[in-house]
């Protein structure tokens, strides 16, 4: 059984940071393709990034520059470096992981999802 588990979410002002970090379980993880999800309520779930096995790294065009996807192996473990915060970054974000035979275009419904940690920007 899959078990992905977010932390490191808050309350952060504008312009603040914070590092999200999510524990995978029951996965062959260096192998699998990871990633990162926000949905605001009373909206549909949004890509923010992802990252291959390999560390090839993708990112919605409204974090560029701003947050860094990363993963560490050993510790099976995928992070989310979150810099230059602004009020619309506001959501809950969820780790994902992708099932395999499957797109990003088709994780709400295919991939393995955690249970989200808030994220609060305050002006």
């Known amino acids: 059984q899959v078990r992905l588990e977010e932390s490191g979410g808050g309350l952060v002002e504008v312009g603040g940071s914070l590092r999200l970090s999510c524990v995978a379980a029951?996965?062959?993880?260096?192998?699998?393709?990871m990633g990162w999800f926000r949905q605001v309520p009373g909206k549909e779930r949004e890509f923010v990034a992802t990252i291959s096995w390999v560390n090839e790294s993708n990112y919605a065009d409204s974090v560029v520059g701003r947050f860094t996807i990363s993963r560490d192996n050993a510790k099976n473990t995928i992070y989310l470096q979150m810099n230059s915060l602004k009020p619309d970054d506001t959501a809950i974000y969820y780790c994902?992981?992708?099932?395999?035979?499957?797109?990003?275009?088709?994780?709400?419904?295919?991939?393995?999802w955690g249970q989200g940690t808030q994220v609060t920007v305050s002006l």
């Open positions: 994902v992981r992708k099932r395999f035979g499957f797109a990003w275009s088709e994780a709400a419904t295919s991939a393995y």
């Open positions: 029951g996965s062959t993880f260096k192998s699998d393709d």
